[in-house]
Structures are given as structure tokens and as C-alpha cells.
């Protein structure tokens, strides 16, 4: 009788965990947008790859001046998702996020080492390159982490003639915002 208890005490506890899990990651996937306006950018347009191909979640692509943020919130069909920078399928995926960078036509250098970022309440994995394509010169800055087990990836590109220290406090302004977003419950 005493095991039988237990038994039912353990399932209950199992089964509001895992209740409480497919409601926060519910809380990215069930939501339609993210806001129409974030730190001054303006989301242009949103895409819903998940219809098509499951795990590919859904992109959002802000725009401020001649800058572009996009963010993609996704899960590549994986079950479990670590939160934050440090697990190995979060690492593995800004390695992946890092190839498609390099593997854009153009000129592509990494400038620096690969950094871990706080912003907000998030942290991220952070890599910034010099890119010239098509004749234009440009940053692009890339960020990764995991929420709600769902990879975030922020890719940003800065033109090169713009003030890049100032379009960086921007930037950090949009990071802010956005996982201040990405926190809020639904």
C-alpha cells in the first residue's frame, strides 16, 4: 500500500513537470508574432516554416534603417532543448548557424573568437563577421541560445557604413527587448 502511494505521488509529480514543460514550450510555438515593433525596429515580415516542415518553427525580420535582425524560433523536432549556452546541442546548433554564415556567396571572415553574451535575462553565443558581397561591405553578427526548448538565433547584418559602435547599442536595446519578449508569459 505504501508503495502504491508513492507511486502515485511520483506520477503526479512526473505529470505536472512535464505538463508545465509543453506549456512554456507552447508558449513560443502557439504564439502568431512577435511584436510589431522592437527598440525601434520594425518587423517587416514573419514566416511560418512549421506548416511546411516541421522543427523549422518561424522567422521574424525586423528592419531599422538599413539594418537587418532576423529571428528564427525553432526546435529541429528535438525533444528536449537545454535553456541557456552550455549544452552540447545548443553549441552544435551555433556551429551549424556559423557554417550557413561562412557558407554565403562572398567574402566571409570571422572577426574575433566565439563569446558568450548577456543580455537581458539571456545569454547567447555570440560570433561577429566581416562580410563583403556583391561589391557592399557589412557586419553580421550572429546570436544563439535556447528557450522554452527552442533554439533562438538572431542574425543581424550592420552595414558597413553606418557607425558600428552606435548601431551596437541599438542592437543591444533589441537583445534586451526581445528576451524581455521571450520571458513574458502568454
Given at each position: 500500500m ?50 511546411k ?50 557558407s ?10 566565439d ?52 548601431e ?5 536595446k ?13
Amino acid at each position: 500500500m505504501v508503495n502504491l502511494v508513492k507511486l502515485i505521488i511520483a506520477w503526479c509529480v512526473l505529470s505536472t513537470a512535464l505538463f508545465a514543460h509543453a506549456t512554456q514550450s507552447a508558449a513560443i510555438t502557439d504564439q502568431n508574432t512577435l511584436p510589431r515593433k522592437l527598440a525601434g525596429y520594425i518587423l517587416e515580415k514573419s514566416t511560418d516554416f512549421e506548416e511546411k516542415h516541421k522543427g523549422l518553427g518561424r522567422s521574424f525580420q525586423y528592419f531599422r534603417r538599413e539594418i537587418n535582425a532576423s529571428v528564427y524560433i525553432y526546435n529541429l523536432q528535438h525533444s528536449v532543448i537545454a535553456e541557456g549556452v552550455h549544452s552540447s546541442i545548443v553549441k552544435t546548433e551555433f556551429t551549424n548557424a556559423k557554417r550557413d554564415v561562412f557558407s554565403r556567396r562572398g567574402n566571409v571572415h570571422q572577426l574575433g573568437e566565439d563569446t558568450i553574451t548577456s543580455v537581458g535575462a539571456m545569454e547567447f553565443i555570440t560570433a561577429i563577421f566581416q562580410v563583403t558581397e556583391s561589391g557592399r561591405a557589412f557586419r553580421s553578427l550572429l546570436f544563439v541560445t535556447a528557450k522554452h526548448n527552442h533554439f533562438i538565433k538572431v542574425r543581424v547584418s550592420v552595414a558597413e557604413e553606418y557607425e558600428f559602435s552606435r548601431e551596437l547599442i541599438e542592437l543591444q536595446k533589441f537583445l534586451e527587448e526581445l528576451s524581455l519578449e521571450l520571458h513574458s508569459p502568454r
